[in-house]
C-alpha cells in the first residue's frame, strides 16, 4: 500500500512558479539583481525575496517555445 506523496490519488502538481524557481534559479536571480541594480544577488541580499516572483514571471515571458514546452514537460 502507497501512502503519502506516493498515490497516484492526490492529484499534486508543482506550480510553475515552482517549476522556474528550481530550473531556472540562476537565471532568477540575474533578474532580481538587474532590477534592484546589485552585480551579485543571492538569498542573503536584502529585499531578494519580494522581487523572486515579479522576476520568476519575467524569466518565464522570455523563454522561447521549445523552453516553455520542456519546463511543462518537467512540471508534470
Do not use: C, H
Amino acid at each position: 500500500m502507497t501512502k503519502g506523496s506516493l498515490r497516484k490519488s492526490n492529484n499534486f502538481r508543482v506550480k510553475r512558479s515552482e517549476a522556474i524557481w528550481s530550473l531556472y534559479r540562476d537565471q532568477v536571480f540575474k533578474e532580481i539583481g538587474n532590477m534592484m541594480g546589485v552585480e551579485d544577488t543571492t538569498t542573503n541580499t536584502p529585499g531578494w525575496f519580494q522581487m523572486r516572483m515579479p522576476d520568476i514571471k519575467r524569466v518565464f515571458d522570455s523563454m522561447t517555445a521549445v523552453e516553455k514546452a520542456v519546463l511543462d514537460s518537467e512540471q508534470q
